[in-house]
């Protein structure tokens, strides 16, 4: 049986910076007190998987960081395109004016935003998980974005690659909460996208879910862990 801990990256700079794409402060601590937990576990690791995003390998780097203080260093990574997040934000930004027609809500943020007000980060997230899931139900969609099947579908092909290190293996894999959920959800068989979005909401910034594999056999052993993080504040979750 072999391991793989799927990471959920630092938190990035969400509704702080125009480019989200970016581990915040508390994101890099959160890394470094993942480095600091996996120096302490001594954790054999023969693989280390990338998703394609910068805040994925901004996680990763700290990590490497902080094991390199103690001496200690991971296999070189591989860098994988199918543990790449879905887009689910570009599908707020471009169906979010034409929705508010018929949406009250998301209606309200519309008209704050022409005004020239900046919409709280609850109203920010609450219009996305609206959105969102009207996306993944198949509701909405827009030619420029990957459809949600499609993306479930790129994670699921993620997974075999993965498998290929073999038996009596761990692996880390630095991937986002959407390819976390998702591959959780195939590990447990859930089929209701719904609750697989559901799963991605729940997942905390840094967080360690481990999955056991033989073949082409997945299962669940832990789900958003957070050992790892000791100072309370550094809980989150957007």
């Known amino acids: 049986m072999s391991v793989a801990l799927f990471i959920r990256h630092g938190k990035a700079s969400a509704f702080a910076s125009t480019d989200y794409d970016q581990l915040s402060p508390p994101g890099v601590e959160q890394s470094e007190q993942l480095g600091e937990w996996l120096a302490e576990q001594r954790l054999a690791v023969d693989a280390v998987f990338l998703g394609p995003r910068r805040r994925h390998a901004q996680t990763l780097d700290a990590v490497t960081r902080v094991l390199g203080t103690r001496g200690l260093s991971l296999p070189d990574p591989t860098m994988l395109p199918d543990l790449d997040e879905h887009d689910g934000l570009a ?26 007000e900046k919409p709280s980060p609850d109203d920010v997230l609450a219009a996305f998980k609206r959105v969102t899931r009207r996306w993944v139900r198949g509701e909405i969609g827009h030619d420029d974005v990957e459809p949600w099947n499609v993306f479930r579908a790129r994670v699921a ?28 959800a195939d590990a447990l068989g859930i089929t209701e996208e719904e609750r697989v979005l559901a799963l991605s909401w729940s997942l905390y910034n840094g967080s360690i879910s481990e999955l056991d594999f033989a073949g082409n056999r997945w299962g669940l052993r832990t789900f958003n862990g957070t050992p790892h993080l000791r100072d309370k504040r550094l809980v989150t979750s957007v």
């Open 157 to 184: 092909r993620a997974l075999p690659r993965i498998a290929e290190i073999g038996r009596g293996k761990t692996a880390l894999v630095f991937t986002s909460a959407g390819v976390v959920a998702s591959a959780v």
């Open 91 to 116: 599908v707020v930004f471009k169906l979010l004016p034409a929705l508010a027609a018929d949406d009250p809500t998301l209606r309200a943020i519309v008209e704050a935003t022409v005004r020239g």
